[in-house]
C-alpha cells in the first residue's frame, strides 16, 4: 500500500511537472512567437489563452453531464464525484474567460461587455453552475445530493443551446451596440499553431486539476465512511459497557 | 390508474388545499402588485415608455412571484411528510409532477390575469384588442414557467435554506424564456399589433423541452 502510494504520486509529481513545463512553453510561443496582431496589437496575444479556456470549460461541462447521467443510470458514488469536479473545474475556466475576455474587449471594442449572444451564453452558462455547487452546498445527504444535484445539472446543460438560440434571435431583431471586430475570419498559420499549442496546455491543467479534484472528494467520502464506522463502533462498545457494568 | 387520473386527483388535492386558505394565491398577487407599484417610483414612465418596458415588467413581475410561490409545491408536503404517503400510493411519479404542475399552472394564471387588468388600467396600455393573442403568450409563458419550477422546488425541498436557493436555481434557466415571452409580448403592443411567430413557437419548444426532460427524470425526484 505505501509502495503504491508513493508511486502513484511521483505519478503526478511528474504530470504536474509536465504541464507546468507546457503552459511556461505555451506562454513563451503566445508571447514571443505568434506573430502581433495587425490592428489590435499586443492585447490580442490574451486571445490565446482565453479560447483555451473555453475550450477546456466546454470539455469540462460535456464531461459533468455526461457524469450526472452516469450516476442517474448507475447510482455509483463515483461519477456523483466526478459531476462535482468537472462542474468546479468548468466553473474556474469560464471564470477565467470571463474575465480574459473584458481585458481584451476594452481597448479593442471600446466597451467592457457587450449583451452578444456568445457572452450572454456564457454568463447565464457561469450562473447555471454556481446554482449547481450551491445547491450542493445546501444538501446536507450525500445520496440525496447526487441524485438532486445530477437532475439540476442536466437541466442545466439543456438550457444552455435555448439560452443561445433565443439570444441569437433576439440580436439579429435589435441594432448590435458595438463594431464586432471579428477575428474569425482567416487566423495566420503560425497564429493557429500556437493557439493550438496553448489549447492543449490548458487542457492538460484542467484535467490534472479535476483528477486531483475527483481524488479529493473520494478521500473525503472514504473519511466519511470511517468516521462512521468508528462512531458507531464506538456507540456499541460504550452500551456494551453500560451492559456489563451493573 | 392511469397517470391523467391520478393527476387530476392530485390537481384536486392541491386546489382544495390552497383555496381552504387562499394563503398563496394572496401573498403572490399582492407581491407582484408591489414589484408594478414600485416600478413607477423607480422609472416614472410615461403612456410611451409603458408600452416599450411593460411587456419585460410584467414577465419580471410573473417570474419572480412565480419563484416565491413555487417554493410551498413540495416543501410543504414535507412538514407532514405527506410526501412519503404520496409516493405509498399506487401512482406514478409523473403523475404527482404532473398534477402539481397543473395546479402551480392555475395559481400563476389567476395572480397573471389579475396583474394584467391592474398592469393595463395602471399605465394606460389598452390590452383588450389583443387579448385572444396575450392569452396564448401567457400560456405558453407560463407553462414554461411552472414545469422548470415545480421540478426545482421538488429539488429545493430537500435543500436548506429552499426558499432562498429556488430563485438562484430556477431565475438562469428561465433567461431563454424570459427573452421569448417579453420579445412575444412587445409585439402584441406595437402599433398595429402582429404577433411574432417566431417567439411564440420558441415558448413551445421551451415547454416541450422541459417538460419531456421532467417525464424521463420524474422517477428520481420523487423517489426516497
Known amino acids: 500500500m505505501p509502495a503504491e502510494h508513493s508511486n502513484s504520486m511521483a505519478g503526478r509529481m511528474a504530470a504536474t511537472l509536465f504541464i507546468a513545463a507546457l503552459v511556461m512553453c505555451a506562454g513563451y510561443a503566445a508571447l514571443f512567437i505568434a506573430p502581433e496582431e495587425a490592428t489590435m496589437g499586443l492585447i490580442q496575444r490574451i486571445f490565446y489563452f482565453h479560447v483555451a479556456a473555453w475550450s477546456s470549460m466546454f470539455i469540462a461541462f460535456y464531461i459533468a453531464v455526461f457524469a450526472n447521467i452516469a450516476y442517474l443510470i448507475t447510482r455509483r458514488a463515483k461519477f456523483d464525484w466526478l459531476g462535482l469536479a468537472s462542474v468546479e473545474v468548468g466553473v474556474m475556466c469560464c471564470t477565467i474567460g ?26 447565464i452558462l457561469w450562473l447555471l453552475y454556481i446554482s449547481y455547487l450551491l445547491l450542493r452546498g445546501l444538501v446536507d ?14 437541466f442545466a446543460f439543456l438550457d444552455v443551446p435555448l439560452v443561445y438560440v433565443s439570444n441569437r434571435l433576439w440580436r439579429t431583431t435589435h441594432p448590435q451596440p458595438v463594431i464586432l471586430g471579428g477575428d474569425k475570419s482567416g487566423l495566420d498559420p503560425t497564429m493557429g499553431k500556437v493557439l493550438g499549442f496553448c489549447i492543449f496546455a490548458i487542457l492538460g491543467v484542467m484535467i490534472l486539476v479535476l483528477l486531483d479534484r475527483y481524488r479529493v472528494e473520494k478521500l473525503r467520502h472514504d473519511f466519511d465512511e470511517l468516521r462512521f464506522e468508528v462512531e458507531s463502533r464506538a456507540a456499541d462498545a460504550q452500551s456494551n459497557l453500560a451492559k456489563a457494568k451493573p | 390508474m392511469t397517470t391523467a387520473r391520478a393527476a387530476a386527483i392530485i390537481l384536486g388535492k392541491e386546489l382544495r388545499l390552497e383555496f381552504r386558505t387562499r394563503e398563496l394565491l394572496t401573498a403572490t398577487v399582492v407581491f407582484a402588485l408591489t414589484v408594478l407599484v414600485l416600478f413607477n417610483f423607480a422609472f416614472d414612465p410615461t403612456a410611451a415608455d409603458a408600452r416599450r418596458i411593460g411587456p419585460g415588467l410584467l414577465w419580471i413581475a410573473f417570474l419572480f412571484s412565480g419563484s416565491l410561490m413555487l417554493n410551498p409545491s413540495f416543501a410543504r408536503e414535507r412538514s407532514n411528510d405527506t410526501l412519503d404517503a404520496l409516493r405509498m ?32 388600467v395602471l399605465y394606460n396600455v389598452p390590452l383588450a384588442g389583443v387579448a385572444g393573442r396575450l392569452v396564448l403568450v401567457l400560456v405558453l409563458g407560463t407553462a414554461g414557467l411552472v414545469i422548470t419550477g415545480t421540478v426545482f422546488s421538488a429539488i429545493s425541498a430537500h435543500a436548506r435554506m429552499r426558499e432562498l436557493l429556488l430563485p438562484l436555481l430556477l431565475l438562469p434557466i428561465l433567461a431563454p424564456l424570459l427573452i421569448a415571452a417579453v420579445e412575444a409580448t412587445a409585439s402584441l403592443l406595437t402599433d398595429p399589433p402582429a404577433l411574432d411567430r417566431t417567439w411564440v413557437t420558441f415558448l413551445a419548444g421551451f415547454d416541450i423541452v422541459f417538460l419531456t426532460a421532467s417525464w424521463l427524470l420524474c422517477d428520481f425526484l420523487v423517489e426516497e
Not at chain 1, 101 to 113: D, F, K, Q, R, S
Not at chain 2, 96 to 114: P, R, S, T
Open chain 2, 89 to 120: 400510493a399506487p401512482v406514478s411519479a409523473f403523475a404527482i409532477l404532473l398534477g402539481k404542475m397543473l395546479a402551480n399552472f392555475i395559481f400563476m394564471a389567476l395572480a397573471e390575469v389579475i396583474l394584467v387588468l391592474v398592469f393595463s
Open chain 1, 98 to 123: 470571463l474575465v480574459t475576455g473584458p481585458i481584451w474587449a476594452h481597448p479593442v471594442w471600446g466597451v467592457w461587455w457587450t449583451w452578444d449572444a456568445r457572452l450572454a451564453t456564457t454568463f
Open chain 1, 141 to 154: 445527504e450525500p445520496q440525496r445530493r447526487a441524485m438532486l444535484s445530477a437532475v439540476f445539472g442536466i
